[in-house]
């Protein structure tokens, strides 16, 4: 079993609506919680980034973390078509800096 | 310029071939890391390096070998490739935990 689960989707949404992605994870030393957002043929790109429990709000974006259930969670209102990709969750441990836990990844696309 | 490239960008080759991802970055981060992703997995860490001298395998290193060549420098080989080392690789730099893409490489083992 996979340290991060991510349902791959797809997760289809209308423009406008809110996206509610999310993650649960095993490894209950995971202390660093990231979100990725990765275009067709590019690269991952760093979206969110938050440590231990709590929101972290960032424009449309908004990140939480419960480490109680081991839940991860982003969302984003107003979604819109160029929110159109794949969304990687990603944890690390603190002593095991930088060796990152990906989940799988949920396509998401937003429908004009 | 893009500051993590990789050459090339698409390949296919065939079982049994040597074959050598290369990696290059101009953001001066010390750490550097290969990974492969494969629909379903995610992204799984092959090697990481945080230093020219610090080589360090990851979860799946079988098969494969790196280069730490230069501290902007960073080449993932397969020695001998086999039809289940076709993804896509990624390497990545990192800097107070955030890692830096390059565009990936498309790799196909016949």
């Known amino acids: 079993q996979k340290e991060v689960e991510q349902d791959p989707g797809p997760l289809s949404v209308p423009e406008g609506a809110i996206v509610s992605l999310n993650c649960t994870y095993s490894n209950s030393a995971f202390q660093y919680f990231m979100w990725y957002r990765q275009y067709s043929r590019k690269g991952p790109e760093l979206l969110m980034y938050?440590?231990?429990?709590g929101n972290k709000e960032d424009g449309r974006f908004t990140a939480q973390v419960d480490k109680s259930s081991k839940y991860i969670s982003l969302f984003i209102r107003d979604s819109q078509p160029s929110d159109s990709a794949t969304y990687l969750c990603a944890t690390a441990a603190t002593d095991s800096w930088g060796k990152l836990q990906f989940g799988a990844g949920t396509q998401v696309v937003v429908t004009p | 310029d893009a500051d993590v490239t990789q050459t090339p960008r698409n390949r296919i080759t065939k079982t049994g071939k040597r074959i050598m991802l290369e990696c290059s970055q101009t953001?001066?981060?010390?750490?550097m890391y290969w990974y492969r992703q494969d629909p379903g997995l995610g992204l799984r860490l092959i090697y990481y390096?945080?230093?020219?001298?610090?080589?360090n395998k990851g979860e799946i290193s079988d098969g494969y070998s790196v280069s730490r060549q230069a501290q902007a420098k960073f080449s993932l080989s397969l020695e001998s490739a086999i039809p289940n080392q076709t993804a896509l690789y990624f390497c990545?730099?990192?800097?107070?935990?955030?890692?830096?893409f390059g565009p990936g490489t498309r790799l196909t083992v016949l």
């Open positions: 990545a730099t990192e800097v107070l935990g955030t890692q830096y």
């Open positions: 390096s945080f230093d020219v001298k610090d080589i």
């Open positions: 938050t440590y231990s429990s």
């Open positions: 953001k001066g981060h010390d750490r």
